[in-house]
Structures are given as structure tokens and as C-alpha cells.
């Protein structure tokens, strides 16, 4: 029952129409003793939702709206296996659980589409990200963000191994030739020195190097990087680095190079080289769009005011969207016309996420960051087109 949230699953969330939905979002801890708690937690919760329920939609079909969430709270397989946060998000025509690689905050929505603020925070390009540990021997796939990390389960259509993508067209293992990409001593820069004969059955060593690459690469993005639109990150050794990049027709692999026998690091290792990686990325990526911002405001082609960003998300008019990460701000927007109104108290809606969905749907580029780095200690500040 449980989905990993990824790009394609946010756009598809973005574009259900309008319905009675639930939203319910809270940590979760992965060790015991604390882990125990956290169907109790998501009972709290579901009774706030039903008591929301009551308060905005009356006359909806309330026993039809929760019995997926009633469901889950029983479904002891599902708790079984937490990791650091939860979302279950469901209406009158769809029900979507997603375990989280990150924590959120404990919130609870009804609305008429789901709250996705903080999954936007989660899926946004810098934030989370995928490692690709390779070599001749072995594929395995990594996910995560600089918090949490956990390894992929490779879809079927990705071979493991040579001998997975190549079977029976294989050299044989007792052919001269190093496995490792070099046929003599020579070749790892050792002088004078020459294997007999090994250079034809070398370069079917690397045929087969050549062919499992390119299977490798083809399968990672059709089946992992294309759906995930998650940055991709290589670990490899230099000669297997060098090669694999120069067949890849991946676009989200990255250029930074982790150049290591991938099997000499444990999973946290390889989570805190990533997690280098990823900080700069998303630092630089923040600091241009703070450029970007600031180069706007001096063409009059910015904004930090709540009504004028609403009306100009309705009208596809943001460019750039920055969003202070884990703030709310009470209100409705227009969904023709972009005019914000006050939210009443049984209402309850978030103003924010209104916004940032309407400019996404029209093509905006949206970041949420920390509110210490907002422009002009806004919740949003928006960048329009010219």
C-alpha cells in the first residue's frame, strides 16, 4: 500500500480535479521503542481529521472519504517497516500512502486537492537525490536526501552483472585480459611490459564492458531516473567512470564524480559523500535563484506580495516561485480569478500550497527553502515573466 513519492507522483496528485480531500502528514521513527507509537500517533491524528471533516464538509460521504485511512491504522504490515515520515493523502476518487525519507511536521488538512507544500519541499531537484554504485561485477542503486538514505530495489529490466546483461555472450573468464578495464601492465602505466597475445582478447573483455554499460545506462534511466527526476551521482572507479560517461545518453547524471571502488563503502559512507555533493548543489542552486530574484526586483518583474503572487500564479505569469519551507498562512485563492480571501476556522486551508500549485500547473519554476533564506523575510517572493 505504501508508494516512495517521486516527480511523476506529485504531477499526478497536482492534477486531479477538484474533490473533498484528506490530507495527513506526521514523523515517524524507524527504531524501537519509539517506533511503537507511531500507529498510535497516526490514530490521534485521523480522529483531527475526521473532527476537520465534520467542520467543512457536512453533507460529503464521510464514511467513503476515511475508510482507506481507517484501514491503513489496522494494516500492521504497513508498520512494520517506518521510516522518517508519512503522508497519506485520499478523496473521493483516489487514496495515495507514501513513506517519507524525511520527517515533516505533524498537520492534518481538508481541503478540495491535497496538500502537497511539503512534498514539493521533499521531490524539488537538490533536495533528494540517487547514487549509482557500479562496476564490472555489481549495479546497485541508492535514494535519499542528506538526512536518510536507503538502497533501491533495481527494477527487473536492469542487469546486475556482465554476466546478467551478457549470459552466454560473455568472454570467458579464462581468456588473458583484466577484468578491470586494462590488458597488460603497460596499460595501467607499467613500462616495457607486454602480455602475450592478450590484446585481441582484451578488447572482448571490454566489448563486454562495452555492452553492459550501455544496457546498465539505458535501464537506469528508462526505469529509475526518468521517473524519479532525481539527480543522479556515479560511483565508480576512474577507468569505469570515464567509460560509462562517455555512452550515457542519461540527462540526470550529474557530473560530479565519486571515483571509488563502490564496494569499499558501507551505506552510511556513501550517504555522507552524496550528501557533500548535494549540500553544494543545492547551496549553488539557491544562491542563483536569490541572483535571479535580485536581478527581477531592479527590472520590476518581482513581487513578495500575497495578492499580487496569487493572481499572477492563476495567470501564469511566475516565472520563479521561492516558498519559506513549513510556514502557513491561512487563506483561499481564487482558482479563476487568483484573489485571496481570509479562511474561516472550519476551512482551515493553506494559502501557500494554493499558490504554489497554481503556478506549477502553469509551468513555474518552484523551490521551497528555509524562511532564513527568503527574500526579504517573506513567505513568498516570485519572479515574473517579462
Known amino acids: 500500500m505504501s508508494e516512495l513519492i517521486n516527480r511523476s507522483t506529485l504531477a499526478q496528485l497536482l492534477n486531479y480535479p477538484q474533490q473533498c480531500c484528506l490530507s495527513l502528514y506526521m514523523p515517524t521513527y524507524r527504531a524501537f521503542p519509539d517506533s ?45 517497516t517506518p521510516r522518517d515520515g508519512l503522508v497519506v493523502l485520499g478523496g473521493e476518487h483516489f487514496f495515495h500512502a507514501s513513506k517519507l525519507l524525511r520527517s515533516v511536521p505533524e498537520q492534518t488538512f481538508v481541503s478540495d486537492h491535497p496538500y502537497l507544500a511539503p512534498l514539493m519541499q521533499i521531490t524539488q531537484a537538490g533536495d533528494a537525490f540517487q547514487l549509482l554504485c557500479l562496476s564490472r561485477d555489481e549495479v546497485r542503486l541508492f535514494e535519499g536526501t542528506q538526512e536518510a538514505f536507503h538502497e533501491v530495489q533495481l527494477d527487473y529490466r536492469v542487469p546486475k552483472s556482465q554476466t546478467d546483461a551478457l549470459g552466454s555472450d560473455l568472454t570467458a573468464p579464462d581468456q588473458s585480459g583484466h577484468p578491470d578495464g586494462f590488458g597488460a601492465a603497460s596499460e595501467r602505466g607499467d613500462p616495457m611490459t607486454h602480455s602475450a597475445g592478450g590484446s585481441g582478447k582484451q578488447d572482448e573483455i571490454d566489448k563486454d564492458r562495452d555492452k553492459f554499460f550501455r544496457a546498465v545506462d539505458v535501464a537506469i534511466e528508462r526505469y529509475h531516473s526518468r521517473p524519479s527526476g532525481l539527480p543522479l551521482m556515479l560511483v565508480a572507479l576512474p577507468d569505469n567512470q570515464s567509460f560509462f560517461r562517455g555512452i550515457s545518453r542519461n540527462p540526470q547524471l550529474t557530473r560530479d564524480r565519486i571515483e571509488i571502488d563502490p564496494s569499499a563503502l558501507n551505506a552510511e559512507a556513501l550517504r555522507e559523500r552524496a550528501s557533500e555533493v548535494a549540500a553544494r548543489h543545492q547551496l549553488d542552486r539557491l544562491n542563483g535563484l536569490h541572483d535571479r530574484y535580485g536581478a527581477a526586483k531592479g527590472e520590476g518583474r518581482s513581487s513578495t506580495d500575497l495578492e499580487e503572487v496569487g493572481k499572477a500564479a492563476v495567470a501564469g505569469r511566475v516565472e520563479m516561485l521561492l516558498v519559506a519551507a513549513d510556514k502557513r498562512v491561512d487563506g483561499q485563492l481564487d482558482p479563476e480569478t487568483g484573489a485571496v480571501a481570509p479562511a474561516t476556522e472550519a ?40
Not at 500517533?41 to 483531527?48: D, H, I, S, V
Not at 453533507?59 to 489496522?74: S, Y
Not at 500550497?353 to 527553502?369: K, L, P, W, Y
Open 36 to 80: 511503537s507509537q507511531n500507529a498510535i500517533r497516526y490514530k490521534n491524528l485521523l480522529g483531527t481529521l475526521r473532527e476537520q471533516l465534520n467542520a467543512r464538509y457536512p453533507e460529503a460521504n464521510h464514511a467513503a472519504l476515511l475508510d482507506r485511512f481507517e484501514r491503513l491504522e489496522e494494516d500492521h504490515e504497513f508498520w512494520l
Open 347 to 386: 476551512e482551515g486551508t493553506s494559502l501557500l500550497d494554493d499558490i504554489m500549485i497554481a503556478a506549477m500547473r502553469n509551468g513555474a519554476e518552484i523551490m521551497v527553502v528555509p524562511p532564513q533564506r527568503m527574500p526579504e523575510t517573506s513567505s513568498v517572493a516570485a519572479v515574473f515573466y517579462s
